[in-house]
């Protein structure tokens, strides 16, 4: 059974009710029985006093690695890594080896995420057969899965083809599912390692033009106009697409979007040592497009920080920077860099941030009694403590991987517990004991 805990004197913050101050929160049978002050009751109590309590994060973008490359990652030691960074759901992207565009696959990667048991893992399912933007994946069929996909995407490429783009839009409607975008145009994009800009011409780098985003966001804007279907735009990377989100969402369309915690903490400058690990897709980008996102996240243009964590092997990244993969490893990076960045400076109140990291991205999904700490929601809750200060050591990290850029530097804000479902899977910092890593 899943035990009681009580939850004392810790500061209680629900974006969904607007809740920001110090009370005890009653954990039983996985439900949340009670919030409130003074409460008392036969349960193992938890000391929260100067921690906060808050839902538990829900990541809308992971790359599990499994099934494919399971020396990268596992489903368990990604679940591993996201309970370690305050998680209690994360969305499996389907860029697996095999593709997850159909119902065996997205089934397998929903059983073991059972099987791992440390966080909700919700499959989401390719658009496309192979992700190759030619023939529609199987689609119903997933819907219709045990896994319940509902958020479609080629992520890792962008949709190529508008026509394709549009019949999937159109056919999605119909499942009530979303449309995600890797924003890339290919042929703008390619051979590009990083941002174009002053600095990819110092460093002598071909560079990613903000507008290779920027055409592909403002087409499915048009394209969700036209069909009715429901876009999410995945890790928004420049100021051009902020606005274009901004100015759909005054009128009407409905668009959603993410950004990642390397997008508003890091600009291209991270490249001058030619570090591998600060490679990703999209690119890091100007300090006027850093500053974007944090605008962005501050006026809720951007509903959600999602992590695009994304393991990679040691050899894979530790090559000469052109040939090196893109993409870092983020879930036990994102609470530390999103209060270091967002919280101390004052872009973010703790409420603002909360609901950017659970309840906005749980109500995406459409995950019923998640991202809230209301009576009778799902007991999935995260314990942090918002001053201590740490340093990233990549080698501590749940991850199977290790690429990360922020090895040695100091965050303030680390997760101290996490229960999903009502049992602990953190306690004290460290993910429970037994479990495969
Ligand atoms: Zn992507
Ligand atoms: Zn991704």
């Not at 009715?228 to 009128?251: D, F, M, N, P, Q």
């Not at 990076?333 to 960045?341: C, F, K």
Request: net charge negative; aromatic share 4%; hydrophobic share 45%.
């Amino acid at each position: 059974m899943s035990g009681s805990f009580l939850l004392r004197g810790g500061r209680v913050v629900d974006p969904s009710t607007g809740t920001d101050e110090t009370a005890d929160v009653l954990i039983r049978d996985g439900r949340i029985e009670a919030v409130g002050a003074g409460l008392s009751g036969d349960a193992e109590v938890v000391d929260c006093s100067g921690l906060v309590v808050a839902p538990g994060f829900v990541d809308l973008h992971t790359h599990v690695r499994e099934p494919g490359r399971e020396d990268e990652e596992t489903i368990a030691t990604a679940s591993a890594a996201a309970a370690a960074g305050g998680f209690t759901a994360i969305c499996a992207m389907p860029n697996t080896d095999p593709v997850a565009d159909n119902a065996a696959i997205v089934e397998k990667v929903w059983a073991l995420g059972r099987e791992a048991g440390l966080v909700d893992v919700i499959p989401a399912g390719a658009l496309s057969k192979g992700q190759r933007g030619e023939k529609m994946a199987d689609i119903g069929e997933m819907v219709r899965s045990q896994a319940r996909v509902r958020l479609f995407t080629d992520d890792g490429h962008g949709v190529q083809n508008a026509l394709f783009a549009r019949r999937a839009m159109e056919y999605l409607v119909a499942f009530d599912g979303i449309y995600a975008e890797h924003c890339e145009d290919e042929a703008l994009a390619a051979g590009g390692q990083m941002h174009e800009g002053e600095r990819s011409a110092a460093l002598g780098l071909r560079g990613i033009p903000a507008e290779a985003e920027e055409l592909m966001a403002a087409r499915d804007i048009a394209l969700a106009r036209l069909t009715g279907c429901r876009l999410h735009l995945l890790h928004i990377s420049t100021a051009g697409t902020v606005e274009l989100v901004r100015r759909a969402k005054a009128e009407g369309v409905a668009v959603t979007c993410e950004a990642t915690p390397h997008h508003f903490s890091l600009t291209d400058a991270a490249l001058d040592e030619y570090d591998p690990n600060a490679k990703v897709n999209p690119p890091l980008r100007s300090e006027s497009d850093r500053a974007a996102i944090v605008a962005g996240l501050v006026d809720g243009t951007i509903d959600a920080i999602a992590t695009d964590h994304a393991p990679h092997a040691l050899e894979e990244k530790d090559v000469e920077f052109q040939y090196a993969p893109p993409g870092l490893v983020g879930l036990e990076t994102a609470l530390g860099l999103a209060l270091t960045h967002l919280v101390a400076p004052g872009h973010l109140s703790l409420l603002a941030l909360v609901d950017r990291l659970s309840t906005t991205p749980a109500r995406i999904l459409g995950l019923e009694g998640q991202g809230r700490l209301s009576v009778e929601a799902t007991a999935n809750v995260v314990v942090f403590d918002p001053n201590a200060t740490w340093t990233v050591d990549p080698q501590a990290l749940s991850s199977r991987s290790k690429n990360t850029p922020f090895g040695g530097r100091t965050l303030t804000g680390r997760v101290v517990h996490t229960f999903y479902r009502g049992r602990p899977t953190v306690t004290d910092g460290a993910v429970k004991a037994g479990v495969m890593v």
